[in-house]
């Protein structure tokens, strides 16, 4: 019996394996037929996104250079958190998953572990275990929140990272255990703290009242030598073979005398400062090989905006001229030096440093003798509008801060700035005539308050008229939200003649003679808070109706162009950026906080609100829109958030029933522009916060 059930199981041993193996090759159809359907419905769902093409221009704060490999480098932003470079600075690239601090006041690499990378933001102290491919915050409370920052506020000494927290003191931070243990060193934490040095095993803090060292645990003033009424030390370096230096704000240069324990003076020279009248100082570098080499820079807020290096400790000094913009980079403000933040010199070739500046990245292969810019990647500008020309796709305008109107007539291979009769400032919209493109008009906030800058070009841009007119008087409510910065700017498509301009405060403006005079039309409006991405519509069927977005009071209308307005979604009462469906005037989209939308299909009469997907934190808003004029069907949202990271883009495909969030892989800063071209090949652009502007092209739709 045993024998036979033996030959049964031998007998039937063929056909159970060629069952399985037909099994499994059903089983591998299915699962190569359900990838070959992921691929296929990743690709639909998928975005192509690339850089729109314009790079620089932004405020660059930190530099930090991989102390083993140093093609590996590191550059902080104001704005949009960290760019990184694995090829000596020639090409950069955003490194921002996980941040949600987007203002970098200081970059650290480990000594002894380069992956391990260390970011001194606003919002807290983030960590890389991998070279910034994603970062983790490691504390909130250790923070650095002044906007004018110090010059080395992290430094690694004994074991441990040191890291100087604005008013909040100094900080230990030691990374043997997991999460990472930080220890508060007390003492300074009513005191702004600029830079931190070790110097003969002791730590030193260069602060806004003079210089202080850690000393058997407490903090022991050393100001010896330095006046008691200039003692605003921004920065502080200490060199290995026995050198101290500090610099002063408004003295300069001092460095310890250790026999005499004091500060020792080491100015400019008469020379120098009658010729070039310095104002106060920010940057100091001292070269890690030789302590006789030092650098030091003028103050980013100050003018003239000066680099001087001194071969002798201090005894005298050169200025530095040589900075040689490259002229494959789009054109930027800064043309030469423009206010230095961080000089830095490479830990494994002296000879090579690196500068932070207001507008550019620099490098030197010469000691600091010249000075080559570095663009390729730094996206470093806030994008308040995009302009794609009506009648040709390639023109592009881009309204930027610091920068003001940038044009690209290559669809964004290249960039100039259009701003020939321009006050330098932000610009924040720009509108082009659909019956004549050389008519264009472009709105700016300056500087000063008291004014309303609209400009008005007849040439495409080539060079603009003052049209503006001053704010009315009186002050401005007491909001949060109220700045009385201007906000938008639309033409009106039955008359180039006539412009309507939105204030935050102010409420709206009107000019129907082209500038030459204007009006407030604000009847019935009760919140002239007017903001967010064409937060004013006009309706192209008929000029006299338009739609008002405002803070607090929601969405008006208006049917007699501007005289009368009536709110329409009293039940919505804070709005942001609008959109109006090309096809279907009278289908209006509005953002709104907490990630929803509110959406019309009867010109305002009656409102039905959306949200986004993922959950609907208070603190970021829907807030710029646009409906794809070939395809209404598909409608984009980009997202704001108040002091934080917001939560990037999202998209329709079915007018705005349902929503999906694009995978752009990007940091997670405010989406402020969103702009769709009226072409064939459905694509829009994003203009943001910090990281310039993106284009982003959609698979698997059709028309």
Same mark, same amino acid.
């Given at each position: 019996m045993e024998k036979t059930s033996i030959r049964y199981q031998v007998k039937l041993f063929p056909t159970v394996v060629l069952v399985i193996c037909s099994f499994l090759i059903i089983l591998s159809s299915l699962k190569s037929a359900c990838l070959r359907r992921a691929e296929a419905s990743d690709r639909q769902d998928g975005v192509v996104v690339s850089p729109l093409g314009y790079e620089g221009g932004g405020r660059f704060t930190a530099i930090a250079i991989s102390p083993k490999d140093p093609r590996v480098l590191f550059v902080g932003s104001d704005v949009a958190g960290v760019f990184k470079s694995t090829d000596g600075g020639e090409t950069?690239?955003?490194k921002g998953k996980g941040l949600e601090g987007f203002c970098v006041a200081d970059i650290a690499i480990h000594p002894d572990d380069p992956g391990r990378v260390l970011?001194?933001?606003e919002d807290g102290l983030y960590g890389s275990r991998y070279q910034g491919e994603s970062w983790q915050k490691e504390s909130s409370e250790v923070r650095y929140e002044s906007r004018m920052f110090g010059s080395r506020l992290m430094v690694f000494f004994k074991d441990a990272l040191w890291v100087a927290a604005d008013r909040k003191g100094v900080f230990q931070v030691r990374f043997e255990v997991s999460p990472c243990s930080i220890v508060a060193v007390p003492g300074l934490e009513k005191i702004k703290v600029n830079g931190l040095a070790s110097f003969h095993e002791l730590m030193y803090a260069g602060t806004e009242r003079g210089v202080f060292r850690l000393v058997d645990g407490r903090w022991q003033a050393c100001n010896e030598g330095l006046p008691a009424d200039r003692r605003e030390v921004y920065g502080i370096s200490a060199h290995p073979n026995g050198r101290?230096?500090?610099l002063e704000r408004t003295n300069g240069l001092y460095v310890w005398n250790e026999g005499q324990k004091r #500060?020792?003076?080491?100015?400019?020279?008469? #020379?120098?400062?009658?010729?070039?009248?310095?104002g106060p100082y920010k940057a100091?570098?001292?070269d890690p090989q030789n302590p006789d080499i030092v650098f030091l820079s003028t103050d980013p807020e100050a003018w003239p905006h000066i680099l001087y290096k001194s071969t002798d400790g201090g005894r005298s000094w050169k200025r530095i001229t040589s900075f040689h913009l490259d002229p494959q980079a789009g054109e930027t403000i800064g043309k030469d030096l423009t206010g230095v933040e961080k000089i830095a010199f490479s830990p494994a070739e002296p000879q090579k440093l690196f500068l932070a500046d207001w507008a550019n990245v620099w490098e030197s292969r010469d000691e600091g003798e010249n000075w080559s810019q570095l663009y390729k990647g730094l996206q470093n500008t806030c994008v308040n509008a995009i302009k794609v020309h009506p009648f040709d796709t390639q023109k592009i305008y881009l309204a930027v801060a610091d920068n003001g109107l940038l044009f690209s007539g290559d669809g964004g291979k290249s960039w100039k700035r259009k701003v020939t009769g321009v006050q330098q400032g932000h610009a924040q919209a720009v509108e082009i005539s659909r019956r004549d493109p050389s008519r264009m008009y472009l709105l700016m906030n300056i500087e000063r308050k008291d004014r309303v800058f609209v400009y008005k070009s007849s040439n495409g841009g080539e060079n603009w008229e003052d049209i503006g007119f001053p704010v009315p008087t009186g002050s401005l409510p007491h909001l949060g939200f109220v700045d009385g910065l201007s906000t938008n700017l639309v033409l009106d498509p039955a008359s180039d003649e006539v412009v309507y301009v939105g204030t935050n405060g102010y409420g709206i403006f009107k000019t129907t003679d082209g500038g030459k005079t204007w009006h407030a039309v604000n009847g019935g409006i009760t919140t002239p808070f007017v903001k967010g991405p064409n937060a004013i519509l006009i309706d192209p069927r008929n000029s006299q109706v338009l739609f008002a977005s405002t803070l607090q009071g929601g969405i008006y209308k208006t049917t007699d162009g501007g005289n009368n307005w009536t709110p329409v979604s009293t039940l919505y009462p804070f709005t942001f950026g609008m959109a109006m469906d090309p096809s279907n005037p009278s289908r209006l989209f509005a953002g709104r906080p907490e990630k929803k939308i509110i959406i019309s299909e009867n010109a305002g009469r009656t409102w039905r609100e959306v949200e986004l997907p993922g959950g609907n934190p208070p603190h970021i808003a829907s807030y710029a829109i646009a409906v794809h004029p070939l395809n209404p069907k598909l409608v984009v949202v980009g997202t704001l958030a108040y002091e934080k990271a917001a939560d990037e883009v999202y998209v329709s495909r079915d007018g705005g029933r349902a929503f999906k969030k694009v995978p752009l892989d990007?940091?997670?800063v405010s989406v402020l522009?969103?702009?769709?071209?009226?072409s064939q090949d459905l694509k829009f652009f994003l203009g943001f916060n910090g990281i310039g502007a993106f284009q982003c092209e959609m698979a698997g739709i059709t028309r």
């Open positions: 950069f690239h955003l970011l001194l933001t101290l230096y500090l #500060w020792e003076g080491r100015g400019l020279g008469a #020379w120098q400062l009658l010729s070039d009248r310095p100091l570098a001292v990007l940091p997670e522009a969103v702009e769709v071209a009226k």
